[in-house]
């Protein structure tokens, strides 16, 4: 298998955030006047496109009001960390000449933060935040960069993740220290399953 091109999801991919955007989530739940859920039912229920979850707790929430109570309650909360091991493994793979993208439902203004802030922004060729739909946003990210989805990868932390880079054709890559647990990546059938970013280093061999 030869890899030229890698996509990275961010939250539960790159960073670890679990606990902030838990945080965030719940004033907004607070804000909207709802009893907060606990952290294990949240990591349970969240899923992509967010506003299916949003809406399963909210059923008449609009993305723009989501998006904007969302955007300021991340700003509320305590700022998250990089993985060990992340920007090492980043900059290997940028000393070997892979091309590599990051796509986030994160709000882009706080992802491109976070970015600077880890040291990692300059590493790749572009940062895109506040995303939706991935599988269109994959699509866009291959077109413009006229990448071949046969060696393309798609790296992220949920389900949705691996649905998204089947649809879109690319090579998937479930990752498991994020947001869901290996029993439930598993069930959307990835390209490959690893548990640490530097066991990419054994999928590009």
């Known amino acids: ?34 009893e907060p859920i606990t952290a294990e039912e949240y990591r349970r229920e969240f899923t992509l496109p967010y506003m299916v979850f949003w809406n399963r707790y909210f059923p008449k929430l609009t993305k723009e009001e989501a998006d904007r109570l969302y955007g300021e309650a991340i700003y509320q909360v305590e700022e998250p960390t990089i993985y060990d091991g992340v920007k090492e493994e980043l900059e ?33 060729q572009e940062i895109n935040g ?40 690319v090579v998937t890559v479930a990752l498991g220290w994020g947001y869901q647990p290996k029993d439930k990546l598993m069930e959307s059938n990835p390209d490959h399953y690893i548990q640490d970013i530097s066991d990419l280093d054994k999928l590009l061999k």
């Open 130 to 169: 506040s995303i939706h739909d991935k599988t269109e946003t994959i699509l866009d990210i291959l077109q413009r960069n006229n990448f071949n989805p046969q060696q393309t990868m798609y790296v992220g932390d949920m389900t949705h993740d691996i649905d998204a880079g089947k649809k879109a054709g």
């Open 1 to 34: 298998m030869i890899i030229k091109n890698i996509i990275f999801d961010w939250s539960g991919a790159l960073s670890d955030d679990f606990t902030p955007v838990y945080k965030a989530s719940m004033l907004v739940f607070k804000k909207l006047g709802k």
């Open 92 to 124: 290997r793979l940028k000393s070997l000449g892979i091309n590599m993208i990051v796509i986030s439902s994160h709000p882009h203004k706080k992802l491109m933060k976070e970015a600077f802030h880890y040291g990692v922004q300059s590493l790749f």
